[in-house]
DNA sequence: TTAAATTGTGAAAACGCTTACATTTAAAAC
DNA sequence: GTTTTAAATGTAAGCGTTTTCACAATTTAA
């Protein structure tokens, strides 16, 4: 109820209290040695005069301000907002407070960012997202071994080796493969594919395909790997560039997509074109995102395990802090969550 | 390509470059009264040593660390994760950072989370949102006249008069009252109206749909006002609502909703029982989000200029930092977004 | 009892930077 | 060629904590 801009310091705290300033220090980081009659003495006037730490001067003598920074290309993205908002979570439950850092597509600028945030002193950076890894141009992620010199690195989504870099992903090679494969068993023979991003976790999903088709003994051809080159919100993008490829004569029984919004883009067109879904045509998402469930029918959608990955990541990089020797990498399978927009 | 745990300091610096600390620090805040030749002589030494200022030391002395606290209730809304993005984008191009923090929805945490970013020095806090405001025990607001004491609040959605609190919103009521009017207009007279929250603008939206019936002279019932209490991510929470209020023998020819998602729903909703949109039944969101055009047919939404208004909390906040007397409430006209859900 | 160990406390030196003030140097004015 | 003024730099005192080390007071052990 008192304090205006809060100038009162351990000193006001130590002459009120009649204790000296290492005594008042002493309550703040509840070292022991501090005797309990003190203690309750100190906390009482710290009480009672509105006293409020100094983030600035204990990160000076500590070291650490118990931040944590969140890179993210886009947080308007759901899918990467999901998992910030569970890392964010996770994180304050133990304590520690996340710097967020929307940082875009561009290289250079996920490079600026984790540096602005490194000399903002944060004790780790979390890259969420498959985009802060570039599997065309290797040097591109320099940035990400420089700054692991300087503290921890977790990954979510992606993998990298490198020392005291941590990486927490899916394996969407296999899951995609299954998912692929699963149409495959229900008969379906020209299966679409549909990505829009070449990121870590998008080169994976693309293998996957292949390898399903492969294996399968079906063609695969290049006219049915069709890359969606729009903006993330503009679904109406994704099913222009459909269309297209349907105007050009390419018919498909089912389509496989790398993200739940290429999915919808797809039931869309469907729906437009008067196929049936998912009688004539199956369609199949990625992320088992809210988004798989809006549509009618209901979106059939891997679930690449970003709960689970996210809660391993706050806990791996928990133990990272805590000095004690975690896993490098760790990778979950994904999970087909069957849903109506393919045949039971 | 040299440092690690950087523990280079200003003395290093100065030492290398034949200098005192206060010429170093001068070009490290550019000040103005520093030779070229010596500024250049030292950059370059910094530059050589690897050096990067320590930003606690920093912030000690500066008292400020030009940072900005984000909250948000949950940042994998998308509706929300819009606005954070655009404001950390705008924030982080004028040189301040963002220090993002979900609470959830409960109030004892909102005051929490606040009072810890006060804790860690930021400069100024923007609550994104209106839940932060509760409309009906309005001591629960006391955190934000609490913590305007200290620094200034930024409240996007909602708002609430107080010194050092600055509100910009949509109004709500009139666009929510225009949506209804449209509908009337096209001779719709068994208006639903769906909506899941009580905050602020929730409240505004819902007066703005019953002056409407009001003064068009339609039946205003309690039935016709149907609360959807479902996790947001839980469409088919919200699609069961609907569909119980149907059951029960209800019939609009109508539904304006709170929230896109509500909308996405009761679309969902037609096409399970056949109705068809928009001929049997019209259908307006809110917020004109990307969801409204994932669906088809597409979605009729009122759009409340989150975008405009994020810019224009921005400029608003750097105003009130650089000590500039701004306006305490921005108030912006919504848009009604036709599409394929309502009759042309 | 007395020596040794333990516990609680204080004085003062960091931590790495900013900045008011003092001082030197260079340029301008006369 | 002085004197005035301005520009560039240095000195040193903070900023608000933490923490080492020393010391006193209290237990414990012998």
Redesign the interface.
């Known amino acids: 109820m008192a304090?205006?801009?809060?100038k009162i310091t351990i000193y006001d705290i130590s002459k009120e209290a009649g204790v000296s300033i290492a005594t008042v220090s002493r309550v703040l980081n509840d070292s022991n040695n501090v005797n309990p009659k003190t203690r309750e003495k100190i906390t009482e006037v710290m009480e009672k005069m509105g006293y409020?730490?100094?983030?600035?001067?204990r990160?000076?003598g500590l070291?650490t301000?118990k931040?944590i920074g969140?890179l993210c290309a886009?947080?308007?993205?759901?899918y990467l907002?999901?998992a910030?908002?569970?890392i964010?979570?996770a994180l304050?439950q133990n304590n520690y407070?996340?710097?967020?850092?929307?940082t875009g597509y561009d290289f250079q600028n996920k490079q600026k960012s984790l540096d602005?945030l490194?000399?903002?002193?944060v004790d780790a950076a979390i890259l969420v997202g498959s985009n802060f890894l570039d599997t065309t141009v290797s040097s591109n992620n320099n940035y990400i071994k420089e700054a692991a010199?300087?503290i921890p690195i977790m990954l979510l989504n992606a993998c990298f080796e490198c020392q005291n870099v941590y990486s927490l992903f899916c394996d969407d090679l296999n899951a995609t493969k299954s998912a692929v494969e699963f149409l495959v068993k229900k008969g379906r023979k020209k299966i679409l594919y549909l990505y829009s991003s070449k990121s870590y976790s998008g080169v994976k999903k693309l293998e996957g395909y292949k390898e399903a088709l492969k294996e399968n003994n079906l063609s695969l051809s290049d006219d049915y790997i069709v890359y969606c080159n729009s903006n993330r919100?503009?679904?109406?993008g994704f099913v222009k560039t459909i269309e297209e490829v349907y105007e050009k004569g390419l018919r498909f029984d089912a389509v496989v997509s790398s993200e739940d919004?290429l999915a919808?883009a797809a039931?869309?067109f469907a729906?437009?074109k008067g196929i049936s879904v998912p009688k004539d045509l199956s369609i199949i998402g990625y992320n088992n995102s809210?988004?798989a469930?809006?549509?009618?029918p209901e979106i059939t959608s891997v679930d690449n395990r970003l709960e689970a990955l996210s809660k391993q990541l706050v806990a791996t990089l928990l133990g990272v802090l805590e000095g004690k020797e975690m896993p490098a990498k760790t990778e979950y399978k994904g999970i087909l969550i069957e849903r109506d927009s393919t045949e039971s």
Not at 52 to 57: E, I, L, R, S
Not at 97 to 102: F, G, H, Q, T
Not at 233 to 236: E, P, Y
Request: hydrophobic share 35%; glycine share 2%.
């Open positions: 304090e205006k801009k809060s409020k730490p100094n983030a600035f001067a990160g000076l070291d301000m931040t969140i886009d947080s308007s993205d759901t907002a999901k910030v908002y569970l964010e979570e304050r407070d996340s710097l967020l850092c929307c602005l490194i000399s903002k002193k010199k300087s919100d503009d679904v109406n919004y919808i039931l869309k729906i437009k809210p988004m469930l809006m549509t009618q």
